[in-house]
């Protein structure tokens, strides 16, 4: 017999995901920065769609993402040269699967060392918060709460217009 205050506070995370983005729209500088998502698994890189929530936090946060060209409706691969080429005309790299210190994401990726977002330390990952299991908690309560992630990516991607000190579900790997 809950029902009305569950509605109440997903109304309440919908209200201040809008409110950032209208925010962010009007104040985000230009150009936007670029985004690299993801890391190889099993040697082939996954890029999410165009459409694709990812890309719409993105997007809400006032970035760009990298790989505009996938206008398919689902995740595509690509192999470890394009993703180079990816991450070289990248301003960040988020979603970097788990890698700790930035020396790991040099060692898994060798070829990406040289890449901008790696020399210069814009390399980011959703497992700042971690569940029992050990698991990212980004992918258990994240999908609940967009606002946190978007208030993140605004942080990342936009200091000066952030409106907390601190990053909920993502961390900067050094």
Not at 39 to 54: E, L
Not at 93 to 117: F, H, I, K, M, Y
Not at 166 to 172: S, V
Request: aromatic letters at 10%; hydrophobic letters at 35%; a neutral charge.
């Amino acid at each position: 017999n809950v029902r009305d205050k569950g509605a109440e506070t997903f109304r309440g995370i919908a209200a201040r995901y809008n409110a950032l983005k209208t925010r962010i729209a009007g104040a985000a500088r230009s150009p936007r920065p670029k985004v690299m998502l993801n890391t190889p698994y099993r040697d082939t890189w996954f890029m999410p769609a165009r459409n694709s929530y990812m890309v719409r936090l993105l997007e809400d946060a006032g970035a760009r993402y990298i790989f505009e060209e996938n206008t398919a409706t689902q995740t595509l691969p690509i192999d470890i040269e394009q993703a180079y080429y990816l991450t070289s005309k990248s301003d960040f790299w988020l979603n970097v699967s788990g890698c700790n210190p930035l020396d790991e994401v040099r060692r898994q990726n060798p070829r990406l060392a040289d890449t901008p977002p790696v020399r210069e330390g814009r390399v980011y990952d959703n497992n700042r918060r971690r569940n029992a299991g050990g698991g990212s908690d980004f992918w258990e309560s994240g999908v609940l709460r967009p606002d946190r992630v978007l208030a993140d990516l605004v942080h990342i991607f936009h200091p000066e217009l952030s409106e907390t000190d601190e990053l909920y579900y993502y961390r900067q790997l050094e």
